[in-house]
């Protein structure tokens, strides 16, 4: 690790705060992607006189190259020269799918560096904000675009595979690998987020039921549609008590365990390695690149679906929330190896508290903003999905304990739920019919 004392490193800023209060404001999510990292050597770039240029390489060797991902950076050129020059759709969808996984670890490192000069609070303002900047972006852009079943379908699917895959792989690889340990977790982190999520399936809930109850969809569309934009609303005052109870009062429940010492790959150690304003510009040039990537996915996602036989629906359920958050989960699988479950935890929950109690209202917001209307319907299948998956975490984390089985369980209900998703054949456009259809047949059984 280079030391500080390089003015390349330090630039123009100096350090906020002391080591103790820097380590004080490290979140779940960068302790999750720092294991990920690998640590540069500066050796040769150090030789070079010129001092712009040397400051240029440092801050290329450690942006591009100082993670494990950097294999798949070369991905991302290959999307835009595929786009440009008209090669296959399905192939531009998958080279800006993988080119989008380096891309989510390299902002988490980016807004750490930077939360070294600003300080634990604002560093974890930050954190929250761009957390999961590649959902929001995606989801941007499709209903910039009129895609309002892949807005919901991609969300949902990051929720899911929160809750089930990365929670349960953890939980199961954690078990296995400390089956003659007692794996113990703080279970107020896991209440706060499990209240958070609940509140976001009653939010998702009433709209489904209220059409469902109602005369028609024509007639109910608009008070349900009224109905999810106060629920949207709703959601977002408690995501912002969230940060203020997470931030402010109560900041100990989600402070992140911290490495050992004597950590094998050096990664502990409480030093940025970029300055304040080189880590601001890397950070407004990645999400420039994340929009970029975006726009390519929500283009070709119904070009992929035709060509590989697989449903929107799946795709964006399943295929885009794994790729896209892989080196997030394969961090949190680490330190549940590692027998730091609250670090796993941290991840999972609050990744998926944060889209469904943040990112899926700011959308039904932004979609208001922009004319568009969207709802909070999920429809009856996504709906009942969501609530499956959450009542089982539930479950799966009251009492303080863990061990491979219920990383098990949950494994399974998420390829119980992928299968369903899979068969599903039903065209976005049929959706409604399908729950006028439902609706119907509750009605019958009601009246008989």
Known sequence: MASLQEPWLLENGNLKGSSKEIRHGRTAHNMSSSSLRKKSDLTLVSKVRCGMLRRFLTNLQEVILGTKLSVLFPAIPLAVVAECYGFGRPWVFALSLLGLTPLAERVSFLTEQIAYYTGPTVGGLLNATCGNA??????????????????????????????????????????????????????????????????????????????????????????????????????????????????????????????????????????????????????????????????????????????????????????????????????????????????????????????????????????????????????????????????????TLQDGTSHYMKGLVLLLLYIVIGACFFVSKTPPNQVNITNSGTKIAIDKIFRA
Not at 201 to 217: E, K, N, R, V, Y
Not at 235 to 247: E, K, R
Not at 329 to 337: E, L
Request: glycine share 6%; proline share 2%; with cysteine.
């Open 134 to 395: 590649t959902e929001l972006i995606i989801a941007i852009f499709a209903l910039s675009q009129y895609k309002i079943d892949v807005v919901k379908y991609s969300l949902l699917g990051s929720v899911l595979s929160n809750l089930l895959l990365v929670l349960g792989t953890s939980l199961f690889c954690g078990g296995i690998a400390n089956m003659r340990k007692e794996q113990k977790y703080d279970r107020r982190q896991a209440d706060v987020n499990s209240l958070l999520l609940l509140l976001a399936l009653s939010c998702h809930s009433l709209p489904l039921l209220f059409q469902m109850t109602g005369a028609t969809a024509a007639v109910t569309a608009d008070s349900t549609l009224r109905l999810s934009r106060a629920s949207s609303i709703v959601m977002l005052i408690a995501y912002l008590s969230y940060m203020v109870f997470q931030l402010f009062t109560h900041r100990q429940l989600f402070e992140a365990q911290e490495e050992s010492e004597d950590d094998e790959d050096g990664l502990s150690e409480e030093a940025p390695v970029i300055g304040f304003w080189s880590g601001f510009i890397w950070l407004v040039g990645m999400t420039v690149v994340i929009s970029l990537l975006s726009e390519y996915v929500v283009e070709t996602i119904e070009d992929a679906s035709d060509s590989w036989g697989i449903s929107v629906g799946f795709i964006s359920i399943i295929l885009l929330p794994i790729v896209g958050n892989a080196a997030e989960h394969a961090g949190a699988i680490i330190f549940a190896f590692k027998n730091k479950l609250d670090i796993s935890l941290g991840v999972a929950l609050g990744s998926a508290t944060q889209i469904s109690v943040f990112v899926v209202p700011l959308c039904v917001v932004v979609s208001w903003i922009m004319g568009i209307k969207m709802d909070l319907n999920f429809n009856l299948l996504e709906t009942g999905s969501l609530a499956l998956s959450i009542i089982a975490v539930a479950f």
